[in-house]
């Protein structure tokens, strides 16, 4: 009796899924009251399964980011989740497809632990130094995940539109976050909230240019002098807009 091949849970999609054809194009046309297809039981597994997978792939990848440095090899990557370069690339187009899942899950993670930070009751200069803080604890904790998010790899496929510039969408979120606060504070105040986003984003943007200096040339210097040296500045021009006694000035 003949055996039937193993087949890798990995390898391709279930015979379940579905095909397309010219009928199924059809039977979309216009005027056509054909319900929507339904979708096998196994293809959402399918889906499941994938999902999972690329999940368990990013991980392995940011171990082994922290075992061997921003500028990882996929078959570090491969290693980490013992498994083969083969597999990796089933699951992600390229490296830049890898370094896209990466950035979403540390962006996830940056996001609410500075949003964290600074959801504390206080007066705005001490939430102020709480978020500056938070984000270089980020940086003295994982220097190298850092490193990685800020250097997107070089692709050979054509960046399109979705693809997205994370670094840039990351600064842009914290900024609109530390803005909505100086906003806040302002309408607290009676006072015009206009210039509270330009606040926020030339907040965002020094902590982050002070960071990758921090990391790169004075990592000799304390995280607390740095997060003082950059709140001190910061306050020093927002001291007559957002605090207690603007509103009475």
């Given at each position: 009796?003949?055996?039937?091949?193993?087949?890798?849970?990995?390898?391709?999609?279930?015979?379940?899924?579905?095909?397309?054809?010219?009928?199924?194009?059809?039977?979309?046309?216009e005027g056509s009251t054909a319900?929507?297809?339904?979708?096998?039981?196994?293809?959402?597994?399918w889906d499941e399964h994938r999902?999972?997978?690329?999940?368990?792939?990013?991980?392995?990848?940011?171990?082994?980011?922290?075992?061997?440095?921003?500028?990882?090899?996929?078959?570090?990557?491969?290693?980490?989740?013992?498994?083969?370069?083969?597999?990796?690339?089933?699951?992600?187009?390229?490296?830049?497809?890898?370094?896209?899942?990466?950035?979403?899950?540390?962006?996830a993670v940056i996001v609410a632990?500075?949003?964290?930070?600074?959801?504390?009751?206080?007066?705005?200069?001490?939430?102020?130094?709480?978020?500056?803080?938070?984000?270089?604890?980020?940086?003295?904790?994982?220097?190298?995940?850092?490193?990685?998010?800020?250097?997107?790899?070089?692709?050979?496929?054509?960046?399109?539109?979705?693809?997205?510039?994370?670094?840039?969408?990351?600064?842009?979120?914290?900024?609109?976050?530390?803005?909505?606060?100086?906003?806040?504070?302002?309408?607290?105040?009676?006072?015009?909230?206009?210039?509270?986003?330009?606040?926020?984003?030339?907040?965002?943007?020094?902590?982050?240019?002070?960071?990758?200096?921090?990391?790169?040339?004075?990592?000799?210097?304390?995280?607390?002098?740095?997060?003082?040296?950059?709140?001190?500045?910061?306050?020093?021009?927002?001291?007559?807009?957002?605090?207690?006694?603007?509103?009475?000035?």
């Amino acid at each position: 009796m003949s055996r039937r091949p193993h087949r890798h849970e990995d390898e391709g999609q279930p015979r379940g899924g579905r095909r397309s054809s010219s009928t199924d194009d059809a039977a979309g046309g216009e005027g056509s009251t054909a319900p929507p297809p339904r979708r096998d039981k196994r293809s959402s597994r399918w889906d499941e399964h994938r999902r999972a997978r690329r999940t368990e792939l990013t991980l392995a990848t940011i171990v082994a980011i922290r075992q061997h440095g921003p500028d990882v090899g996929m078959s570090q990557v491969a290693a980490q989740a013992r498994t083969s370069k083969t597999v990796v690339y089933r699951h992600f187009a390229d490296k830049f497809d890898l370094y896209q899942a990466v950035c979403e899950r540390v962006g996830a993670v940056i996001v609410a632990q500075v949003a964290e930070a600074m959801r504390v009751a206080g007066p705005p200069e001490q939430i102020l130094r709480k978020g500056i803080d938070a984000y270089l604890v980020l940086i003295e904790r994982d220097p190298d995940i850092y490193r990685y998010v800020m250097r997107p790899p070089g692709s050979e496929r054509t960046v399109g539109a979705g693809d997205g510039d994370f670094v840039g969408d990351l600064t842009s979120f914290i900024g609109d976050h530390v803005g909505g606060i100086i906003s806040t504070e302002l309408h607290r105040q009676g006072r015009d909230p206009a210039p509270a986003v330009t606040w926020g984003h030339a907040v965002v943007g020094m902590v982050r240019s002070v960071g990758d200096h921090w990391l790169t040339s004075r990592p000799e210097v304390a995280r607390e002098v740095i997060t003082e040296e950059i709140a001190d500045l910061a306050w020093g021009g927002l001291d007559r807009t957002v605090n207690s006694s603007a509103a009475s000035a």
